[in-house]
């Protein structure tokens, strides 16, 4: 057991936990104050290359952050010195999956109706295209990123309870044949349309399907990941009035429908 990282993920929690309660004061004394993600920010510290690039990446509907997010955002850049930072919006990935991928994808990606499912769809596009890490925006590094993923790692998935994969966190190397294999799947259905429910019909349900926890590199998830310590739904969802994910599926198809096909003219 990793304890000296567990006891490091822990004071990181108790720390954040306090930042998150200060900035429901700072929120009520100043409710339109958001801070800047940027779309680009370079390494801190130059950094040797690996099969897996030292590129973050992370996307969210908005890239005006309550305090709380923001400081998830400098916390994962003072774990990551080595790392570059890349961020899109929700228009950004949409303009990237039109530019970088056939019109296939792209028309299955734009059947997507729910943010968070476009976000599942868009992490494994946009890894397989550059490669690199892939972090939920509420999700923080807790241990530098640099020692976590090894110069061997091509790529890198979390485990939680019940050896269960997750896609908070994915590290990758670009054209990775396991990746292109949820790509493929999540097109599969998208297409058919008969799952309900974000998770398994983008989400980490996938990963569970299409891969097996025993023959990918692994890590857990307590070891490398966290979520929620600094931010939490009311932060993140603050300017959305549709509110998270769980809430949003349950009003709007996570698929929109195909248009009815137009009749063809009759021969009489």
Same mark, same amino acid.
């Given at each position: 057991?990793?304890?000296?990282?567990?006891?490091? #993920? /822990?004071?990181?929690?108790? &720390?954040?936990?306090?930042?998150?309660? $200060?900035?429901?004061? @700072?929120? !009520? +004394?100043?409710?339109?104050?958001?801070?800047?993600?940027?779309?680009?920010?370079?390494?801190?510290?130059?950094?040797?290359?690996?099969?897996?690039?030292?590129?973050?990446?992370?996307?969210?509907?908005?890239?005006?952050?309550? $305090? *709380?997010?923001?400081? #998830?955002?400098?916390?994962? /850049?003072?774990?990551? *010195?080595?790392?570059? !930072?890349? @961020?899109?919006?929700?228009?950004?990935?949409?303009? +990237?999956?039109?530019?970088?991928?056939?019109?296939?994808? @792209?028309?299955?990606?734009?059947?997507?109706?729910?943010?968070?499912?476009?976000?599942?769809?868009?992490?494994?596009?946009?890894?397989?295209?550059?490669?690199?890490?892939?972090? %939920?925006?509420? &999700?923080?590094?807790?241990?530098?990123?640099? !020692?976590?993923?090894? *110069?061997?790692?091509?790529?890198?998935?979390?485990?939680?309870?019940? #050896?269960?994969?997750? #896609?908070?966190?994915?590290? =990758?190397?670009?054209?990775?044949?396991?990746?292109?294999?949820?790509?493929?799947?999540?097109?599969?259905?998208?297409?058919?349309?008969?799952?309900?429910?974000?998770?398994? $019909?983008?989400?980490?349900?996938?990963?569970?399907?299409?891969?097996?926890?025993?023959?990918?590199?692994?890590?857990?998830?307590?070891?490398?990941?966290?979520?929620? =310590? @600094?931010?939490?739904?009311?932060?993140?969802?603050?300017?959305?009035?549709?509110?998270?994910?769980?809430?949003?599926?349950?009003?709007?198809?996570?698929? /929109?429908?195909?248009?009815?096909?137009?009749?063809?003219?009759?021969? %009489?």
């Amino acid at each position: 057991m990793k304890a000296h990282i567990v006891i490091a #993920n /822990r004071l990181i929690k108790l &720390a954040a936990n306090i930042t998150k309660v $200060l900035s429901y004061a @700072f929120h !009520y +004394f100043f409710p339109d104050k958001r801070f800047t993600l940027p779309a680009r920010s370079g390494a801190l510290i130059k950094g040797a290359d690996r099969a897996i690039p030292r590129i973050i990446w992370q996307t969210n509907y908005t890239d005006k952050a309550t $305090l *709380p997010v923001y400081l #998830n955002y400098l916390f994962n /850049r003072i774990m990551s *010195p080595t790392f570059e !930072y890349r @961020f899109m919006i929700t228009e950004a990935r949409a303009a +990237f999956v039109k530019a970088n991928y056939s019109p296939e994808i @792209f028309e299955a990606y734009s059947r997507l109706q729910i943010g968070a499912s476009q976000a599942d769809f868009w992490r494994i596009l946009v890894l397989q295209k550059y490669g690199g890490v892939y972090l %939920d925006i509420d &999700a923080h590094a807790v241990w530098p990123l640099g !020692y976590t993923i090894r *110069p061997e790692h091509e790529e890198l998935y979390i485990i939680r309870k019940n #050896n269960e994969l997750t #896609n908070y966190f994915i590290a =990758s190397k670009p054209n990775n044949p396991n990746l292109q294999k949820l790509i493929e799947q999540v097109l599969t259905n998208i297409r058919e349309n008969t799952i309900q429910g974000v998770y398994n $019909l983008t989400g980490p349900g996938v990963f569970n399907s299409v891969l097996n926890y025993q023959q990918v590199p692994t890590t857990w998830y307590r070891h490398t990941c966290s979520q929620g =310590s @600094f931010t939490n739904e009311y932060f993140q969802y603050i300017d959305k009035p549709q509110g998270k994910w769980t809430k949003e599926q349950h009003k709007v198809d996570v698929v /929109r429908q195909d248009p009815p096909a137009k009749e063809k003219p009759g021969n %009489d």
